[in-house]
């Protein structure tokens, strides 16, 4: 079974960090994306971070040089490292890992993160 879930997140102050977490139920190896969406109250969910089976990243320019997304590969796990935290990072965030077989798409249940005063 493949059942992404997050965590993570959590009330921040702005300029603060978390660390959100995906696991992932599967080895990363046998992974061809991995993925961080969001999506805030109103608005279309976006595409924040990804990364490739190769090894390439790619992000959203808002958060370029604030957000790094990487892998444990012993603990199955996709990390979204958040710095440097605005308001506007307000959002519920979702991991999306894609396999090869169809490109399958699996989506995790999504973690709040709320950066406020």
């Known amino acids: 079974q493949v059942q992404p879930v997050e965590s993570g997140g959590g009330l921040v102050q702005p300029g603060g960090s978390l660390r959100l977490s995906c696991a992932a139920s599967?080895?990363?190896?046998?992974?061809?994306?991995m993925a961080w969406y969001r999506q805030a109250p109103g608005k279309q969910r976006e595409l924040v971070a990804t990364?490739?089976?190769?090894?390439?990243?790619d992000y959203k320019d808002s958060v370029k040089g604030r957000f790094t997304i990487s892998t444990d590969n012993a603990r199955n796990t996709v990390y979204l490292q958040m710095n440097s935290l605005k308001p506007e990072d307000t959002a519920v965030y979702y991991c999306?890992?894609?396999?090869?077989?169809?490109?399958?798409?699996?989506w995790g249940q999504g973690t709040q993160v709320t950066v406020s005063s």
């Open positions: 999306k890992i894609t396999l090869p077989f169809r490109r399958t798409e699996y």
């Open positions: 599967i080895r990363i190896s046998l992974i061809n994306t």
């Open positions: 990364l490739t089976s190769a090894g390439t990243t």
